[in-house]
């Protein structure tokens, strides 16, 4: 068979395996992997770790706020950071706001993705589900290939009460359908920031304080108690700490089918961060908060015993200076009226990498399982994403692991004007990122000009297959 390109003589990396070996590579997808492929185009890994793609299943780009704001991450530039740092496919949030159906901003994000440089599939935002959306809409958003929805238990305007949670998860029981959540508990956080505004406490430092680990570890629970009341799987998002994936961990025993995830935030920074002098603490601000030193080592306790085992991103970027992003309250405004999010696209892999497999936490095939395998096997795209393998898309990822790089914010190539990772160390970074079989970056350069990324329809996933267990074998979601 001819290729019209081979990458030769790398270590090819999967969640199982690594071995020398060439890649040949037709059209967009991988035809074979052996020894002594041969094509006019040669791509030289020797030396090099070759690794399928990253995948970024927690990211907001373009996303339409209910003030009418807009995320300052475009899908163009996004896919600059994404590539940059070895990510091959997205996967944002397309909102939904109360007294609003679903339909009043879908064709509207769906045009604004349908530009995206970037392959990409779509997490459904529920805030509102009233009886209409769940019967009519969501039908036919799953049916579209959206197969995971976000609940927030959390944030004004997001949040959702126990019982519209429920519903939601009925609903997504009969659609096969996936249900992320967003952990933190709502009056908790609002009776403590009252109670802190009340004390004087207005700087970024009292964001954590409003919303320390227990409430965190509540909602979890919570979360956990009621999926398993319905017998509907779960993904938590931005585990920030080994208290709370100790809630995941108690439900997996039992058999419960949960999951969950953390971030690079959580691994390197600490809420001491939001104690810069000045406003500079609102860059570090997110939710759920930075947690102190010491807390990274749950995490990877987790990691390690498969009870978190996705490391997104969670990029949520607002500017730090300009009108528009951390400051759009005010220069003065207090903790409660600043955007929280932190950016991070590019930085994903690097960190991971670095304070994983460098360190000797993890193995370099874990790597691949936490940002690519099992990210593409729960949200419904594997087979084509997620591993390299003959049939798969060529999204491919040259990788140094003995680089040292310094992190700064030019590296992330993001629309953000800070990067909160700005000065750390890591050793590990890609040199060329493939997506399709088109080279995209090359030792930082990113060309992608006039590309456009696919929308993938989400298959069913094996991880949203209910256990056919209720308690007391009365199945409440059959008949809501």
Known sequence: MSYDTVIRG??????????????????????????GLDSARVIDATGLLVLPGGIDSHCHVEQLEADGSIHEETFATAARSAFAGGTTTLIPFSPQFKGEPIAAHARDYAARAARSPIDYTLHQIITDPTEAVLLEELPAVVARGTRSLKMFLTYDPFHVTDGE???????????????????????????????????GHLEPASHA????????????????ALAELVDQPIHIFHVSCGEVAE???RAQARGVKVTGETCPQYLVLTAAEMARPGREGAK????????????????????????????????CGYSFEGP??????????????????????????????????????????DFVKLTATTPARRFGLYGRKGSVAPGFDAD?????????????????QHAIDYSPYEGLSVTGWPVLTMARGQVVMEEGVVTFA??????????????????????DGFDAALVS
Do not use: Q
């Open 209 to 224: 304080l409003s919303r320390p680990r227990v409430v965190e570890r509540e909602a979890t629970h919570r979360a956990i």
């Open 450 to 471: 006039g590309r456009r990324g696919c929308f993938l329809p989400a298959d069913p996933s094996p991880d949203a297959k209910p256990r056919s267990i209720v308690p």
């Open 247 to 249: 809630e995941i961990a």
């Open 324 to 365: 528009h992003g951390k400051a759009i309250s005010g220069a003065d405004a207090d903790f409660t009226r600043i955007p929280n999010g932190v950016p991070g696209l590019a930085a994903r892999m690097a960190i991971t990498f670095s304070e994983g497999v460098a360190k000797g936490r993890i193995s370099v095939n």
């Open 10 to 35: 790398g270590t090819v990396v999967t969640a199982g395996d690594s071995i020398v070996a060439d890649i040949g590579i037709k059209g967009e997808t991988i035809a074979a992997i052996g020894l």
């Open 396 to 412: 491919l990822v040259l990788w140094d692991a003995s680089r040292c790089m310094t992190l700064t914010n030019v590296l992330m």
């Open 284 to 315: 570090f601000m997110c939710s759920p908060s930075l947690r102190d030193a010491g807390d990274a080592e749950g995490l990877w306790a987790a990691i390690r015993a498969g009870t978190l085992d996705i490391i997104s991103s969670d990029h």
């Open 165 to 199: 949670y429920l519903d939601v998860l009925a609903a997504a029981k009969r659609l096969g359908a996936m249900v992320c959540v967003h952990c933190e508990n709502y009056d908790a956080i609002r009776w403590r920031s009252k109670a802190l505004l009340r004390a």
